[in-house]
């Protein structure tokens, strides 16, 4: 299966600044990326669909302009949380789908977020 | 509603014992039903998946069924191991035919020494 990074594994910041993370397919080129956000004892929540070259799509819901999704090339997703809050403190996991016509996505390893 | 159903929410069990975790769905179309293992703070590692015709799948100790007719599934542990702590969540792929993944609750289980 694909290699998933993410860059950080973890991140502190202040209410009000904006954090970005990275989500990195090392060994296969991606067609799509998803970024999940969890809560504490909760299962993940799909946020957006990436695909590169294109704009994210958003799930209902969720906030296109505080959750900013790049999706430059077929390796790298970023997610930027803008204009972060206490109550975006989460645990954000990227999935990678490696081929159009499959389902079988590989999760990274997830960033939590803790916003001060 | 596409929905994905698991039980129990959290399980207790002396390591060495076995124990079976449920999931119960309603997606439609099924594409096909996976059983992931997530550590504390980790992302999701998958464990097994099954399409329509298959009713049973192994990964060493783990095994899962499936029940298509009645929509149920089941990941049966053997032998547990403290390493077996963690967050199982079922996840049905299909719906509207764009592969998404449709996440169950979880089953958090706890192995205790």
């Known amino acids: 299966g694909a290699v998933v990074s993410q860059h950080p594994s973890w991140v502190i910041c202040k209410s009000g600044t904006s954090v970005k993370i990275e989500c990195r397919s090392l060994?296969?080129?991606?067609?799509?990326m998803f970024w999940y956000r969890q809560f504490p004892k909760q299962s993940l929540m799909l946020m957006a669909t990436?695909?590169?070259?294109?704009?994210?799509?958003?799930e209902q819901g969720v906030e296109k302009d505080k959750f900013l999704i790049n999706h430059a090339s077929l390796t790298l997703s970023t997610l930027t949380v803008t204009s972060a809050h206490p109550e975006d403190s989460s645990f954000y996991i990227c999935?990678?789908?490696?081929?159009?016509?499959?389902?079988?996505?590989?999760f990274g390893p997830g960033t939590r977020l803790t916003v001060l | 509603k596409n929905q994905v159903e698991q039980s129990p929410q959290s399980l207790i069990i002396l390591e060495g014992k076995n124990c079976t975790l449920q999931?119960?769905?309603?997606?439609?179309?099924?594409?096909?039903l996976r059983w992931y293992k997530q550590d504390t703070g980790r992302g999701p590692v998958s464990l097994t998946i099954?399409?329509?015709?298959?009713n049973t799948k192994s990964n060493g100790r783990y095994t899962a069924t499936l029940d298509a007719d009645t929509k149920q599934s089941s990941l049966h542990i053997t032998a547990s191991q403290l390493s077996d702590s963690a967050s199982y969540i079922c996840?049905?792929?299909?719906?509207?035919?764009?592969?998404?993944?449709?996440f169950g609750t979880g089953t958090r289980l706890k192995v205790l020494a």
């Open positions: 999935s990678v789908r490696l081929a159009k016509g499959t389902d079988t996505q590989y």
């Open positions: 060994d296969f080129q991606a067609t799509t």
């Open positions: 990436s695909n590169e070259g294109s704009k994210a799509t958003y």
């Open positions: 999931c119960n769905y309603t997606v439609s179309p099924f594409s096909n």
């Open positions: 099954m399409t329509f015709s298959e």
């Open positions: 996840v049905v792929s299909g719906g509207s035919g764009t592969y998404k993944y449709i």
